[in-house]
């Protein structure tokens, strides 16, 4: 198994440092509106209707989570390569799944796999608290620096191996897997809160099925939404390394 901090490294794109003011108003412009489509077909088209995360996802700079924020398809439909072998979610799921968390704004959330950090910053919108654990210590840099430069001061992201979840700040709100599982782990469920809400994509390593595990009266009950696939969960009670 490669060790998880080492592996090919992507260069961030810093030419946006060395553009005019002019040119970089016109690019951001250029970004909000691409969002806005992206929100108002891939999201609202499809039914994705809670006004919280249509906002977040219209507001997040999803190009500076890519290793290369120039992307021409930054906001397209589908998942996009990240280092390590890793990918970004379809903006589609990252919205499907934090819908299903039903965010008020008080919740203190788990997400196991931070990848790029994108879906830890629509969480750090919607929440109070996010605990987000990565096993590359590089995606986990990465993600880290992005999200202190917009200003996430409540995600903290952990290296680790999340199938074990992160007990030193248990219990959660909610938790969110966003690596394919081949069970529910069942440290998730005890780090769990009593009412609580668990979102992963479970099944085998080529396809899964989105589910909602909720927890009340110490009972677990498991709703399926449809099919969906993820990278894999690597680790204790993931698959193991490749
Ligand atoms: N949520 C991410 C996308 C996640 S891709 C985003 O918004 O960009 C899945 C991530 O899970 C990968 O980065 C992978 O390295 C990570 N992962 C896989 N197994 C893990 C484990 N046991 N613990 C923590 N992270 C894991």
Redo the contacts with the bound molecule.
């Keep these: 198994m490669p060790s998880?901090g080492a592996c090919s490294h992507i260069m961030r794109d810093d030419s946006k440092f060395r553009r005019g003011r002019g040119e970089e108003n016109e690019e951001a412009a250029a970004r909000r509106e691409e969002r806005r489509r992206m929100v108002e077909r891939q999201l609202r088209g499809r039914g994705i209707k809670d006004p919280r995360v249509l906002a977040a996802m219209e507001r997040i700079p999803r190009h500076r989570?890519l290793p290369n924020p120039d992307h021409p398809a930054a906001y397209g439909d589908h998942p996009i390569p990240?280092s390590?072998g890793?990918?970004?979610?379809q903006p589609y799921m990252?919205a499907l799944m934090t819908e299903c968390l039903r965010l008020t704004g008080d919740e203190r959330v788990l997400?196991?796999?931070?990848?790029?950090?994108?879906?830890?910053a629509v969480l750090a919108e919607l929440a109070r608290e996010v605990y987000?654990?990565?096993?590359?210590a590089e995606?986990a840099a990465q993600?880290r620096s992005v999200l202190e430069e917009l200003g996430y001061g409540n995600v903290h992201v952990v290296v680790?191996?999340?199938?074990?979840g992160y007990a030193e700040a248990a219990p959660y709100d909610r938790i969110i897997v966003?690596?394919a599982a081949p069970e529910i782990a069942p440290p998730w469920l005890s780090q769990l809160k009593e009412g609580g809400r668990l979102v992963l994509p479970l099944g085998d390593r080529w396809g899964q099925t989105l589910v909602v595990v909720t927890k009340r009266g110490g009972k677990i009950t498991q709703e399926s939404l449809c099919g969906c696939v993820?990278?894999?969960?690597?680790?204790?009670?993931?698959w193991r390394g490749e």
């Design positions: 998880p989570f990240l390590c890793q990918t970004i979610s990252v997400e196991i796999g931070t990848g790029s950090g994108y879906q830890a987000t654990v990565e096993r590359f995606l993600a680790g191996d999340g199938s074990e966003t690596a993820f990278v894999p969960l690597v680790g204790k009670h993931g």
